[in-house]
């Protein structure tokens, strides 16, 4: 079954950096480059962070990049803060299948 | 500011029918395609249901096709979301969003619907 897989859960304390890491084991996602990461907030809708595996909306922080190697992307949280603190879930779309990762939450201690 | 504001939802019986709306601002909605992602805590995010910004052309995940209709009025700026013969675990917040590629942005607030006996 295609999936894309994420750790359950992350943390890091205030200014350090951290990477969430997705694995996807769907054909096609070593060559996809549709790579999506959402931010989610406890009780708030979903709010896009990258797409395209690295392009970042004008309105997010350069804090947050992507990359992605082979059949797994990367999200990089550089400089936490405290209102980094949420779920953070990964998306691949191929054709017109697309795929959630199941979301990691991110606390900052 | 493309902005998405959801309506309907509530609580419902096995069997029975909903209808969600999905009202754009913001920006030209005939150019963008929209979705229907669900997110249950059992499941986590769930895309459902996508359609073409000409409304021309739909597409279902496999769980809810035959019981779910997407459609839209972009002459009222509304898509809809038709949810028939629902079950038990369709129970979920189900958001609308955006298509302008291959990701979504921005997003509805989020409709509860809760299907239980």
């Known amino acids: 079954q295609s999936a894309l897989s994420q750790p359950a859960s992350m943390s890091g304390s205030p200014g350090q950096s951290i990477t969430i890491s997705c694995t996807g084991s769907t054909n096609g996602f070593d060559d996809d480059d549709y790579v999506s990461w959402y931010q989610q907030h406890p009780g708030k809708a979903p709010r896009l962070i990258l797409y395209?595996?690295?392009h970042r909306p004008s309105r997010v922080s350069d804090r947050f990049s992507g990359s992605k190697s082979g059949n797994t992307a990367y999200l990089t949280i550089s400089g936490l803060l405290a209102e980094d603190e949420a779920d953070y879930f990964c998306s691949s779309q191929i054709d017109i299948t697309v795929l959630f990762g199941r979301g990691t939450r991110l606390t900052v201690l | 500011e493309a902005l998405l504001v959801q309506s309907g939802g509530g609580v419902v019986q096995p069997g029975e029918s909903l209808r969600l709306s999905c009202e754009a601002s913001?920006?030209?909605?005939?150019?963008?395609?929209v979705a229907w992602v669900r997110q249950s805590p059992g499941k986590g995010l769930e895309w459902v249901s996508a359609i073409s910004g000409s409304g021309n052309v739909t597409y279902y995940a496999d769980s809810v096709k035959a019981r779910f209709t997407v459609s839209r009025d972009n002459s009222e700026k509304t898509i809809f979301l038709e949810m028939t013969n629902l079950r038990v675990d369709d129970t979920a917040v189900y958001y609308c969003t955006r298509g302008p590629g291959h990701w979504f942005d921005p997003w509805g607030q989020g409709i509860l619907v809760t299907v239980c006996s």
């Open positions: 395209e595996v690295s």
């Open positions: 913001g920006f030209s909605i005939g150019t963008y395609a």
